[in-house]
């Protein structure tokens, strides 16, 4: 077990990580504001994820622990892949259907033949 | 059975046996010592208590039912009463007696003993894991004194969100509390596999009860979290107006039950996969000889704790999901049954050459296969989605489900109390009357729940307080069954509480078996162990294990310890 | 509570014990992501189907009070790594001096969601029978806008409904729908930013917890496990917000 | 017919056959399955009963080719079943193109269809025999299900989405139709009947009038066909007014003021439901214009008029707080 003996990042790190955060969050901004179509959102989550790797492996140690503990963070996020990729598998591919957004909020449901149902 | 010249084949007391002077029910007295303890064997009892509790509430929501169905059109209680019936007892049944039923009871007793450890890592957040289930509980029981719920234990919106009437918020709130307790039960028992093996107890010595605790914490932790979050959506939608499935606003009932489902489905195997370490650890103790591929039955609780998170839309092929989406689940599903498949067969393997006894936890284990076998087959007709279509939402699935989860977890469940009855309370329950009990449990659940089969492939629909009067002959045959089962279930009581005084005393291992639990005193120290043991011996190995005093046995050199993780 | 450092009955070992609380912390947050992962969910899904609405409602958003909380909120981070790294290295004044730096920050994170949240009341977009996801294109005054913002404000509802038209659908029609919708996406904005602010009201509690302790001289080298574990705690709602800042202040900014 | 205690409902569309035969095989592997396994338990049960109370079982550990067997065959057999399902399940989605498209509404707790030519029924259903039928299903308040046990299909109907289905009903009759997924307190009741004709006789339902026959027990009749009962309980308790006794009293409505209930009063209350709400109840009842013939209309209020002597319920507010609380 003397494998976990704790490892001390030194300030200058933390500083170092904290300087490139506030550059990323800086950049997210500055991206957003260009029209890059579809590419913004991507570009947004890549920053993000981005930075978020940077704070589990520096201020949070990630990449100091154990095996171990590596094995958990990695399957929160393989299950979080799990529920949101087979959930959205389920949306994109419901060809078939009138969009959503043309039906909703107007509360006539009904489908045309005919006069409509209630008054 | 036996023969009159040689002794008794079932446990039997050591003559002149006595309790031990000392052990955690007497290590302290009143009732302080019981609320504000930190024993994970106290808070085993405590949680044996309120489930119990659950169990009797649930299991009076569900004889009002059969009741009420003996006619076709309904024979005792108004539409709204019934709605609220078959809801309250999905509820009581489901969150607060079945979840928490084999790991919180069983589960929290057994694991740190059966690991060699004194406590589970985190004793605090174990008993702060017990109040909350409480806090969970009393909300719920308000929830049905003031108004009731009416929603479906399943919850859907909008109607629980907007349309229903009942005391939806206060049950919501109760079941997202109750949630971080298995939250924090998982957890507890995640960290203290990890780290608390006594020394020699290597991952593949563990019992199988372990693993499959193993598993199922797995899925306390990954999914408990998310019916937390989507019942929170669910309250917020109906308390604050906001909208996040409302179709009002555009949002989509479907995306609901795809968060509610991506647990619940799961949360069947936290019914069921304790309960299958139950039998992995019964069926070896009375067959007296090894499990048939520890390292197969091992791998299938992980494998079907892992498989069992992707499967979960099976449960809306009917939702309007879109084709392909079905047919990837349908899939995924089947591939669900081979890991199940290969514990039955295994412990059907088992048995083959084995010394087999008839005692009641035996009875139970042989009943939980043939009744778990059935439950998982039908389950493949609702896999199939083809079948499902017809068979979706009738009393072919109530049928399934409660062979799984009545027929498993709860035979599982029962099974287990009464192999670890000696070692919880010290004394042995009386033999012939658990016997009785648990062939009335087995006839009672068949007569019940079979016809119920026919009844959903003939079309009626499930959560009917009245049907078609072709149904009814199948009713009748399911409520005389039910009336059967509840009688099954009051003898346990009794007897269970009339052995904790009067019972014979067990000593420490009255069957016996081979796992660490039955190596210290009956009822054990506060601390478990008088000194930390040092196992030196392969799970489930009678052959090796002369101190149990059966024929042949042989002594061998302890395999030294190693402790790799 | 245990004194500082004291091997609890259940376990063997100091290091068995440390080992086994960071452990359970991460699994712990393990399971927020989970918790927090299905509103991801629930926000993909929805913005997947009103691009529009979750456009017009991302830019009702104050840009400038998001990003510097962002800040903010980055700042305290690195400010509780370094109350760990003082522990660590047994400084003992500083751990506390550097908590209160965190808790500050946090507090101050807090104040601006309420004035946030307050600008939102105003300017009627909390969901329910008032919300008008047009008024502020209808009330310069007010919303307190300037002529500009007001212009903007106005053609960006335009657009909105422009762009929800469906065939056959009336003007009318479809602003109620860009206003259903919007609902959506502020419903949406305030389950996760509530919920994200929950956890940070809970922190700040934990970092009383710590400060009082930290002034007693209690975290040094060889027991920290609290300012860790919280530590681990707070940078987890931290990294919430670096995805919530993008996913709800940026979606649509090249449009404005 | 059917006997006393059948095993599967009728078989009355094209699915029907497809979904009894893979059924049949899915029987077939699980009976022999379990029996396999419960016969080898109760058989081990017996033939190893423990002799001696010390006895020890012979340890075998396992066989690997025995797990890799039971892991393949079953993998196999289970592929068998997804592919037919898998078949079956696409036939049931894709719909074929010359179909006589009915409009399904759903709501609390009655279903509304129309036929293509703007007839509408409620709680009934009229098709033809051997014509493909796609049902188009909206839903105006929570989800719902649409269910025909002979016809063996069944799609939820969800509000925000159109969630369609087809069958080609083979076999005249009248078939149950349920409401399968749970929505509220009159889940149970709302259902009714597909009736199955053959294509002549549904040519002449379509052009059909009504008979002449005593109007009030023709009235009787449209009040439960129509499923007016659903909400006109006679005890005032559902979510419209009871009719008894209502015939020539003054109605309170919810705008305070009265009218007096006479034929016309009755005839706007079908016809335009909204337009005069008594007091104490939802505005929630659908319109029935279109539906009801003249003839209809005055055989409903032929029977409400038999109904004037009968003792009206209690005061309104009561039957609002026992639905409308919240």
Redesign the interface.
């Known amino acids: 077990?003397s494998e976990?003996q704790?490892h001390?990042?030194?300030?200058k790190i933390?500083?170092t990580?904290?300087i490139v955060?506030?550059i990323g969050?800086g950049a997210?901004?500055y991206a957003?504001?260009?029209?890059?179509g579809r590419w913004?959102?991507v570009l947004?989550?890549t920053?993000?994820v981005t930075?978020?790797t940077l704070?589990?492996l520096?201020?949070?140690h990630g990449k100091y622990s154990a095996r171990?503990?590596k094995l958990?963070?990695a399957?929160?996020?393989f299950?979080?892949a799990?529920?949101?990729v087979?959930?959205?598998?389920?949306?994109?591919?419901?060809?078939a259907?009138?969009?959503?957004?043309?039906?909703?909020?107007?509360?006539k449901?009904?489908?045309q033949?005919?006069?409509p149902?209630?008054? | 059975m036996s023969s009159s010249q040689q002794p008794p084949l079932s446990p039997q007391p050591a003559a002149e046996q006595q309790l031990p002077k000392e052990h955690y029910l007497n290590a302290t007295y009143g009732i302080r010592s019981w609320l504000l303890t930190t024993d994970h064997k106290r808070i085993a009892i405590l949680y044996l208590i309120s489930v119990t509790f659950f169990f009797f509430v649930g299991g009076i929501f569900a004889s009002l039912i059969r009741i009420h169905l003996l006619t076709p059109s309904g024979y005792l209680v108004t539409p709204e009463t019934y709605n609220k019936l078959f809801t309250m007892h999905g509820v009581a049944m489901i969150f607060f007696f079945l979840i928490p039923s084999i790991p919180a009871v069983l589960g929290n007793f057994l694991i740190p003993i059966m690991i060699g450890a004194k406590d589970l890592a985190f004793p605090k957040i174990n008993l702060l894991s017990w109040y909350i289930y409480l806090v969970g509980g009393a909300l719920v029981l308000y929830s049905f004194a003031t108004g009731g719920l009416d929603t479906g234990w399943t919850f859907y919106t909008p109607l629980s969100s907007i349309y229903s009437n009942s005391a939806v918020t206060p049950a919501v709130i109760g079941i997202f509390i109750n949630g971080f307790s298995s939250i924090l039960t998982g957890l507890n028992f995640i960290i203290t596999v990890h780290t608390m093996r006594a020394p020699g107890m290597t991952w593949f010595r563990l019992p199988l009860f372990v693993w499959a605790h193993y598993a199922t914490s797995l899925i306390f932790i990954l999914g408990t979290p998310v019916i937390a979050i989507t019942l929170l959506l669910a309250g917020l939608e109906r308390m604050f107006h906001l909208g996040f499935f409302n179709p009002a606003y555009g949002g989509d009932p479907i995306l609901f039950q795809h968060l509610f489902w991506f647990y619940s489905h799961p949360a069947v195997y936290i019914m069921i996969l304790p309960a299958m370490g139950v039998i992995s650890e019964i069926i070896p103790t009375f067959a007296r000889k090894p499990i048939f591929g520890y390292d197969f039955i091992a791998a299938s609780s992980i494998g079907i704790a892992v498989i069992g998170f992707i499967v979960w839309a099976h449960h809306m092929f009917l939702t309007g999901q879109s084709t392909y989406s079905a047919l990837a689940f349908s899939f995924l599903t089947f591939l669900v049954a081979v890991p199940s498949a290969v514990k039955v067969f295994n412990w059907t393997s088992t048995l083959y050459k084995g010394s087999i006894s008839f005692d009641t936890p035996m009875l139970y284990g042989l009943g939980f296969i043939g009744l778990f076998t059935i439950g998982g087959l039908t389950g493949l007709f609702l896999a199939c989605l083809g079948l499902d279509i017809h068979l979706h939402d009738t009393y072919f699935v109530i049928a399934h489900f409660h062979y799984i989860m009545v027929g498993g977890a709860i035979m599982g469940y029962l099974g287990g109390i009464h192999f670890w009855w000696p070692k919880i309370t010290g004394r042995l329950y009386p033999e012939y009357l658990a016997r009785i009990a648990a062939i009335t449990l087995f006839v009672g659940f068949n007569l019940t729940f079979f016809p119920q089969f026919i009844l959903g492939y003939l079309g009626m629909p499930r959560r009917y307080h009245n049907y078609p009067p072709e149904y009814q002959v199948l009713n009748v045959m399911s409520t005389a069954g039910a009336s059967i089962l509840a009688l099954g279930y009051l003898l346990p009581m009794i007897y269970l509480a009339w052995s904790m005084r009067y019972g014979k005393v067990a000593g420490k291992n009255p069957w016996p078996s081979t796992g660490l639990e039955w190596t210290t005193d009956s009822p054990p120290l506060t601390e478990n162990f008088r000194e930390t043991p040092v196992v030196g011996w392969e799970p489930y190995d009678f052959l090796h294990r002369p101190e149990l005093g059966l024929l042949g046995a042989v002594s061998k050199k302890p395999v030294p310890a190693h402790g790799d993780d | 509570m245990h004194r500082t450092g004291e091997l609890y009955g259940q376990f063997q070992t100091l290091e068995q014990q440390k080992e086994s609380a960071t452990l359970g912390m991460w699994v712990f947050l393990i399971t927020e992501i989970l918790f927090f992962g299905g509103l991801f969910l629930a926000y993909t899904v929805n913005r997947h189907a009103f691009p529009t609405a979750f456009g017009v409602g991302g830019n009702m958003l104050d840009l400038n009070l998001g990003f510097f909380n962002t800040i903010v909120l980055i700042a305290s981070s690195f400010t509780m790594a370094m109350s760990v790294w003082s522990a660590q290295t047994s400084r003992r004044k500083a751990v506390p001096a550097w908590l209160i730096a965190t808790l500050l920050l946090g507090s101050a994170f807090l104040g601006i969601k309420v004035v946030e949240y307050k600008q939102k009341f105003d300017h009627h977009l909390i969901p329910g029978h008032n919300f008008d996801v047009t008024y502020c294109s209808r009330n310069q005054v007010a919303c307190g806008l300037g002529d500009k913002e007001f212009a903007d404000e106005q053609k960006e509802i335009r657009e909105g409904i422009e762009a929800e038209k469906a065939p056959r659908m009336s003007e009318e029609e479809a602003t109620v729908a860009l206003n259903a919708h919007a609902q959506l996406y502020f419903s949406l904005y305030f389950g996760m930013t509530g919920l994200h602010a929950l956890h940070m009201v809970i922190g700040a509690g934990l970092l009383l917890w710590l400060i009082f302790e930290g002034f007693k001289g209690r975290f040094d080298a060889n027991y920290n496990t609290p300012v860790e574990n919280i530590g681990l705690y707070w940078h987890f709602v931290d990294i919430v917000w670096i995805f919530l800042f993008p996913l709800l202040y940026l979606i649509n900014r090249h449009l404005a | 017919m059917q006997s006393e205690l059948p095993l599967y409902p009728e078989q009355a569309s094209n699915f029907a056959p497809q979904v009894d035969g893979l059924v049949l095989f899915m029987i077939a592997v699980c009976a022999f399955f379990a029996v396999v396994i419960c016969a080898a338990v109760i058989y081990f049960f017996f033939r190893y009963q423990r002799k001696r109370p010390d006895e020890l079982g012979v340890p075998i550990h396992g066989d690997m080719r025995l797990e890799i067997a039971w892991i393949v065959l079953p993998f196999f057999l289970l592929m068998a079943m997804f592919g037919w399902g898998a078949a079956i399940y696409v036939d049931y989605r894709h719909t074929p193109n010359d179909t006589l498209d009915i409009t399904v509404i759903g709501k609390q707790w009655m279903w509304k269809l129309q036929q293509p030519d703007g007839r509408r029924e409620i709680n009934e259903l009229h098709v033809p025999v051997n014509r493909n039928v796609r049902l188009i299903m909206a839903s105006e308040d929570v989800i719902h299900d649409f269910s025909v046990p002979a016809f063996r299909v069944k799609m939820d109907v969800v509000p925000g989405h159109y969630n369609t289905m087809w069958f080609r009903p083979n076999k005249p009759g009248r078939y149950h139709f349920f409401c399968s997924q749970y929505c509220g307190t009159n889940h149970a009741v709302m259902g009714g009947w597909v009736t199955v004709m053959e294509q002549d006789d549904y040519a002449k339902w379509l052009s059909r009038t009504t008979g002449s026959e005593d109007p009030v027990a023709v009235g009787q009749k449209l009040y439960s066909d129509l499923a007016c009962a659903t909400c006109h309980q006679p005890d005032g308790k559902g979510r419209g007014p009871s009719y008894n006794g209502l015939y020539g009293s003054h109605v309170k409505l919810a705008d305070g003021s009265t009218v007096l209930a006479d034929d016309s009063y009755l005839r706007e209350s079908i016809l335009e439901p909204n337009a005069k709400i008594v007091a104490g109840y939802q505005p929630v009842m659908p319109s029935f214009q279109g539906q009801v013939t003249e003839d209809q209309i005055a055989a409903l209020t032929a029977y409400i008029k038999s109904l004037k002597d009968q003792a009206p319920p209690g005061k309104p507010g009561a039957a609002e707080s026992a639905t409308g609380k919240k």
Request: avoid cysteine; charged fraction near 15%; proline fraction near 7%.
């Open positions: 077990m976990h704790e001390i990042v030194s300030p933390y500083l990580i904290l955060l506030l969050t997210t901004v957003a504001k260009i029209d890059l913004n959102i947004a989550l920053i993000a930075k978020m704070v589990i520096f201020f949070m171990r503990t958990i963070i399957s929160g996020f299950w979080l799990i529920m949101l087979l959930t959205l598998a389920d949306y994109t591919t419901r060809h259907e009138p969009s959503r957004s043309q039906l909703a909020p107007v509360r449901l009904e489908p033949p005919g006069a149902l209630s008054a």
